[in-house]
Structures are given as structure tokens and as C-alpha cells.
């Protein structure tokens, strides 16, 4: 595979570390309050991304079993506990006064990775070379982690990365992968990872404590349901 089908994915890197860099000088300027107004704003806007995105299910029993089961297999795996000593290890290296750092991290790499623009884009791109799907919604996470990354931190920066490994993996998997553009697995992939998202929501807005990186195997048990379902029709 060649980089020069990997353009999407590297126009959204790009336009995800330009828009977090000017959120950070952005945020560096606001006081305190404003900040704390932000904050909430974003946690109410997440709130919004994830309700839109979780309507989008045609099988809810799906979404229910996927987190469900999701969160078992996280737990089990004690995700939440190693994510969050590895992004403690970097906010120490990167940003010790960056409190909001594994939550600005996990929010945007789920609002950038989650959904019908990743998918459908990344796999058009790998099979055809066509990344104007891409192009779009690099503009669009631009804009986004400038407004995330102002409230919450660098830690929407290094969104950046699951952008490339996830939004290229798909892109070079293209060929194998090409069953999920099914309209069934983009919208059942899509209402779960909306409400992991609303799961977010609450933790910004300090409401509930939720773990949502160990709900994050959810993401693979909601397309494989859907196949299963799909043997029985």
C-alpha cells in the first residue's frame, strides 16, 4: 500500500494537530472561568455528538449486547486501569498541569474514530483511492479539536495518533473490511460508540463517574453481532 493512499488519514493527522495546537493557545489565554464554562459547553456538545450518533441503531438489542458483553471483556482485561497509567505516565512527560488530559484524549479519539465518515471513508479510500469523504471530515475534526483542546488540554492532541493507526488501519485493510460499509454494521457500530460518548458527556460534566475505555471492546462485539444476526436471516 502505498502512502499515497493514506492521504486522507494524513490530512486529518494534520488538521487535527493544527486545530488542537491553536485550542491550546486558545485556552492558554481564557481564565479560569471561562475555561470552566467551556468546559461544560463541550461536555453538553458531547452530549449532543453521542445521542445523534446512538439513534443511529437498527437493532438496539445489539448495542445492548455489545456493551454488555463489551464491558465484561474490559473489565476482565482492566483497560480502564492501564490506559489510564499509561496517558498518567505521558501527561507527567508532556503536560503535568494538563488535568483533563486522558478525558480530552479518549473524547476526541472517539468523536474522530467512531462513525459512519470513519469507516465508510477509510474504506472507500483503500479501495478505490478516493479520500474525498476524508478530506471532509478532516475539516470538520479540525474545527472540532480547536474547541475540544481549548477546554480540555493537549490530550486532544494526541487524538492524533489513534487517528492514523485506526482511520489507516481501515484504510489498508480496505478490501477485507469492505462487508462493514453494510448499512446495519455502520449504524450499530455508530449508536454504540454514540454511547460511549454520552458516557463521556457525564464524566465531563462531572456527573458520574463512568468507565467507558473498559465498555471500548463493545466497539468490535457490535459488528460481530450483527453478522451473527445476519446468518440467521
Same mark, same amino acid.
Given at each position: 500500500?502505498?502512502?499515497?493512499?493514506?492521504?486522507?488519514?494524513?490530512? &486529518?493527522?494534520?488538521?487535527? *494537530?493544527?486545530?488542537?495546537?491553536?485550542?491550546?493557545?486558545?485556552?492558554?489565554?481564557?481564565?479560569?472561568?471561562?475555561?470552566?464554562?467551556?468546559? !461544560? +459547553?463541550?461536555?453538553?456538545? #458531547? =452530549?449532543?455528538?453521542?445521542?445523534?450518533?446512538?439513534?443511529?441503531?437498527?437493532?438496539?438489542?445489539?448495542?445492548?449486547?455489545?456493551?454488555?458483553?463489551?464491558?465484561?471483556?474490559?473489565? +476482565?482485561?482492566?483497560?480502564?486501569?492501564?490506559? &489510564?497509567?499509561?496517558?498518567?505516565? *505521558?501527561?507527567?512527560?508532556?503536560?503535568?498541569?494538563?488535568?483533563?488530559?486522558?478525558?480530552?484524549?479518549?473524547? +476526541?479519539?472517539?468523536?474522530?474514530?467512531?462513525? +459512519?465518515? #470513519?469507516?465508510?471513508?477509510?474504506? !472507500?479510500?483503500?479501495?478505490?483511492?478516493?479520500?474525498?469523504?476524508?478530506?471532509?471530515?478532516?475539516?470538520?475534526?479540525?474545527?472540532?479539536?480547536?474547541? *475540544?483542546?481549548?477546554?480540555?488540554?493537549?490530550?486532544?492532541?494526541?487524538?492524533?495518533?489513534?487517528?492514523?493507526?485506526? !482511520?489507516?488501519?481501515?484504510?489498508?485493510?480496505?478490501?477485507?473490511?469492505? =462487508?462493514?460499509?453494510?448499512?446495519?454494521?455502520?449504524?450499530?457500530? #455508530?449508536? #454504540?460508540?454514540?454511547?460511549?460518548?454520552?458516557?463521556?458527556?457525564?464524566?465531563?460534566?462531572?456527573?458520574?463517574?463512568?468507565?467507558?475505555? &473498559? *465498555?471500548?471492546?463493545?466497539?468490535?462485539?457490535?459488528?460481530?453481532?450483527?453478522?451473527?444476526?445476519?446468518?440467521?436471516?
Amino acid at each position: 500500500m502505498k502512502i499515497s493512499n493514506l492521504s486522507g488519514t494524513i490530512v &486529518n493527522v494534520i488538521t487535527v *494537530l493544527v486545530g488542537s495546537g491553536l485550542g491550546l493557545l486558545l485556552g492558554e489565554k481564557l481564565p479560569e472561568r471561562f475555561k470552566n464554562t467551556v468546559i !461544560q +459547553a463541550i461536555g453538553i456538545f #458531547t =452530549f449532543l455528538i453521542g445521542t445523534s450518533m446512538m439513534l443511529k441503531a437498527d437493532n438496539f438489542i445489539i448495542v445492548f449486547l455489545a456493551l454488555i458483553v463489551g464491558g465484561i471483556t474490559g473489565e +476482565a482485561l482492566r483497560l480502564e486501569e492501564g490506559l &489510564n497509567t499509561l496517558t498518567e505516565r *505521558l501527561r507527567k512527560k508532556v503536560s503535568p498541569n494538563s488535568p483533563h488530559f486522558t478525558e480530552g484524549f479518549i473524547t +476526541a479519539t472517539l468523536i474522530f474514530c467512531v462513525g +459512519a465518515m #470513519t469507516v465508510v471513508g477509510s474504506i !472507500q479510500e483503500g479501495l478505490t483511492g478516493d479520500a474525498t469523504l476524508l478530506y471532509t471530515k478532516s475539516v470538520m475534526d479540525g474545527i472540532t479539536s480547536l474547541t *475540544l483542546a481549548s477546554g480540555l488540554g493537549i490530550g486532544v492532541m494526541f487524538s492524533a495518533v489513534s487517528v492514523f493507526l485506526i !482511520q489507516g488501519g481501515l484504510t489498508l485493510l480496505g478490501s477485507s473490511l469492505s =462487508f462493514l460499509m453494510g448499512a446495519s454494521y455502520i449504524n450499530n457500530l #455508530t449508536s #454504540t460508540g454514540g454511547l460511549l460518548i454520552i458516557g463521556l458527556g457525564f464524566e465531563i460534566l462531572g456527573i458520574k463517574k463512568i468507565k467507558v475505555v &473498559n *465498555l471500548l471492546p463493545a466497539l468490535i462485539y457490535a459488528p460481530l453481532f450483527v453478522y451473527i444476526v445476519s446468518l440467521f436471516k
